[in-house]
């Protein structure tokens, strides 16, 4: 690489990357100097025209580095792996990650839309963010990897939809009830625990002993990573110290089953074997088991997590404040919890009508003053 004099002029000489040789002139030696300068930077760094690391770096690449740095987090195996799944699926792992272009990932996140859950159903905004917004991390984290230039997802508007958080759906003591008649006996105990803690269900299926002492349930692993405690009630410290008798020692999770019984728990005989009872299992999954009892029991348009919705909403309806709720539940702001500000309302005007007819013997019993005619005439005076 070199810096001559040319007439009047300056003129870079050098070759680039591809052994071609460069000569450019300028009217001034330090505007030549500067411009031979940035052309070194880039050959060193590899950003020289076409040499950019993200014409070469593969999808495939930045999702292994993805997964390697990633797969410590407890939403990975519950959700992640599945979306870099479908990532490589529909790019493919030999795309290059510079033809991932804003436009494709706008047409991936129209793809999501259309595309059917196993039961035949359209997803929900909720899940298409979710997915969406770990494909925006991926490129994001290749970007500070320097797998790639820029994120693609930076060049137009927000690829996320917005989502409508006001659902509230909670149950009634009538099918709170018959919810808990439909429960088989493992599943049960964690629809009680659910609904006396307002704990998440990934929180109730790792549950340790070790983490319930001095009548506190003492929680390290939340979604928002900070520590909180709940207090344990009378009906879940009983629940607690049958199951704890039943499981006997050795067992270190709450909610478990016996090896040789159905995970979700069918309340049959247990066929008998030989040698030592083996150490009961823990509860990984209960979608089916509760996804049936729900319709046992005739309740419709429920989840899970509205569980923690119900134990949030007779908490308020019963007299406690958001603050209190809001301790519990985990939440670092208040947001989340003005959907019960019109449980507190009407548990008010409930409260109210238990007046009732309180004063209604009084107003029967108010004397009604007679107008004499003389006063009648006087005011029909008056008024003339």
Not at 236 to 261: C, I, W, Y
């Amino acid at each position: 690489m070199a810096i001559r004099k040319r007439g009047s002029g300056w003129q870079i000489d050098y070759f680039d990357p591809t052994g071609k040789r460069v000569r450019k002139s300028f009217a001034k030696k330090k505007d030549a100097e500067a411009e031979l300068g940035k052309r070194v930077s880039l050959i060193a760094e590899k950003r020289y025209l076409d040499v950019k690391r993200d014409y070469t770096t593969m999808l495939n690449e930045v999702l292994a580095r993805y997964e390697e740095n990633y797969k410590h987090q407890a939403s990975f195996l519950n959700s992640k792996c599945h979306f870099i799944e479908n990532f490589r699926e529909y790019f493919g792992n030999e795309t290059r990650l510079e033809n991932i272009k804003y436009m494709e990932l706008e047409t991936y996140r129209n793809h999501l839309r259309r595309k059917t859950t196993k039961s035949g159903g359209l997803r929900t905004v909720a899940t298409i963010n979710r997915e969406m917004a770990c494909l925006h991390h991926i490129f994001q984290k290749a970007a500070e990897w320097e797998m790639i230039e820029r994120n693609p997802f930076d060049r137009g508007k927000s690829l996320l939809t917005k989502e409508n958080n006001k659902r509230l759906r909670f149950l009634t003591e009538d099918e709170i009830t018959r919810l808990l008649e439909e429960c088989h006996k493992h599943l049960r105990p964690i629809v009680i625990c659910a609904l006396n803690t307002g704990m998440r269900k990934g929180e109730i299926l790792s549950l340790e002993w070790s983490r319930i002492r001095n009548g506190f349930i003492y929680l390290e692993k939340t979604k928002n990573n900070e520590a909180r405690q709940i207090p344990i009630n009378d009906t879940l410290d009983k629940l607690f110290a049958n199951m704890r008798r039943a499981q006997g020692p050795g067992a270190s999770h709450v909610f478990t089953f016996a090896k040789g019984e159905h995970k979700l728990g069918v309340d049959g005989p247990v066929r008998e074997r030989k040698g030592p009872a083996p150490l009961p299992e823990m509860v990984q999954n209960v979608r089916t088991a509760f996804v049936g009892a729900l319709d046992r029991a005739g309740i419709k348009n429920f989840r899970f997590h509205d569980l923690r919705h119900t134990f949030a909403s007779h908490m308020v309806m019963r007299g406690a404040s958001l603050k209190d709720l809001q301790e519990l539940l985990g939440h670092k702001s208040m947001s989340m919890l003005l959907r019960y500000t019109h449980l507190t309302q009407e548990h008010k005007k409930k409260a109210v009508n238990l007046l009732q007819g309180l004063t209604a013997i009084a107003e029967k019993a108010a004397p009604v003053t007679k107008v004499s005619q003389n006063e009648k005439s006087r005011t029909s005076v008056a008024v003339k």
